[in-house]
C-alpha cells in the first residue's frame, strides 16, 4: 500500500512564503511521478495548479510554484494572500494509478 | 475550453447499484486517459479506477475492485463508472478528472453518492 504523506496543516502570515511537501513511502519522489499540485475550498471542487513537477496552468498565479526538493515534490507560495487560504493536495503517478497525499490544510493568519 | 460534467448520483440503499456518467467537451475525449476520483464528506481526495484511451485497460483501488467498472464509450465523450454493492462507505462525491502528463489533470465539478437506508 503505497502512501504519500503531506503535512497535516501549516499556518503563514500574510505577505510571507510557505513550502508544502509531498513524499512518497516507496522513496525519493522524481520527475517520474508527475507531480500534480491541487487547491480546493470548501464546497468546491479541486483547482490544478501545478503539474509535472512545475508546470503552471493559464489560470495558476505566479506566487505557486512547483519544484522537487530533498526527495519530495514542493509547492511554494511566495506572498500569500488570504484568498490562499485552502486545503492543498498533491498527486502522484505510480504507472496507471494515481495516489493523493491526505493534505495539507493552509491557514493564513 | 475543457469540460467534464459529472451525473447520475443520488441516494441508494446499501447494496444497491448506480452508474455514474462525466460527458466531456472542448477536447478530443478518445485521446486520453480518465479517471474517477472520490472524497468522502470532510475527507481527503481518493483515487477510485482509471481507464486508457480506448477503453482496453482499466485499473481500481483496492477498496472497489470487483464492485465497480470503469467504461467509456468514445463515439459519445462519456465515461462511465458502474457501481455494485454499495456500501455506506462508499458515500461521497464522485470527480472524473482528465489524464495527461503534458497538459496537466481537468476535473469535473462532482456528483454525490450517498448510500443510506
Known amino acids: 500500500q503505497t502512501v504519500v504523506t503531506q503535512e497535516p496543516s501549516l499556518t503563514v502570515s500574510p505577505g510571507g512564503t510557505v513550502t508544502l511537501t509531498c513524499a512518497s513511502s516507496t522513496g525519493a519522489v522524481t520527475s517520474g511521478y508527475y507531480p500534480n499540485w491541487f487547491q480546493q475550498k470548501p464546497g468546491q471542487a479541486p483547482r490544478a495548479l501545478i503539474y509535472s513537477t512545475g508546470n503552471k496552468h493559464s489560470w495558476t498565479p505566479a506566487r505557486f510554484s512547483g519544484s522537487l526538493l530533498g526527495g519530495k515534490a514542493a509547492l511554494t507560495l511566495s506572498g500569500v494572500q488570504p484568498e490562499d487560504e485552502a486545503e492543498y493536495y498533491c498527486?502522484?503517478?505510480?504507472?496507471?494509478?494515481?495516489?493523493f497525499g491526505g493534505g495539507t490544510k493552509l491557514t493564513v493568519l | 475550453e475543457v469540460q467534464l460534467v459529472e451525473s447520475g448520483g443520488g441516494l441508494v440503499q446499501p447494496g444497491g447499484s448506480l452508474r455514474l456518467s462525466c460527458t466531456a467537451s472542448g477536447f478530443t475525449f478518445s485521446n486520453y486517459w480518465m479517471h474517477w476520483v472520490r472524497q468522502a464528506p470532510g475527507k481527503g481526495l481518493v483515487w477510485v479506477s482509471r481507464i486508457n484511451s480506448d477503453g482496453g485497460s482499466t485499473t481500481y483501488a483496492d477498496s472497489v475492485k470487483g464492485r465497480f467498472t470503469i467504461s467509456r464509450d468514445n463515439a459519445k465523450n462519456t465515461l462511465y463508472l458502474q457501481m455494485n454493492s454499495l456500501g455506506v462507505e462508499d458515500t461521497a462525491v464522485y470527480y472524473c478528472?482528465?489524464?495527461?502528463?503534458?497538459?496537466?489533470?481537468?476535473w469535473g465539478q462532482g456528483t454525490l453518492v450517498t448510500v443510506s437506508s
Open positions: 498527486l502522484l503517478y505510480y504507472g496507471g494509478a494515481w495516489v
Open positions: 478528472a482528465r489524464d495527461s502528463t503534458t497538459t496537466g489533470v481537468y
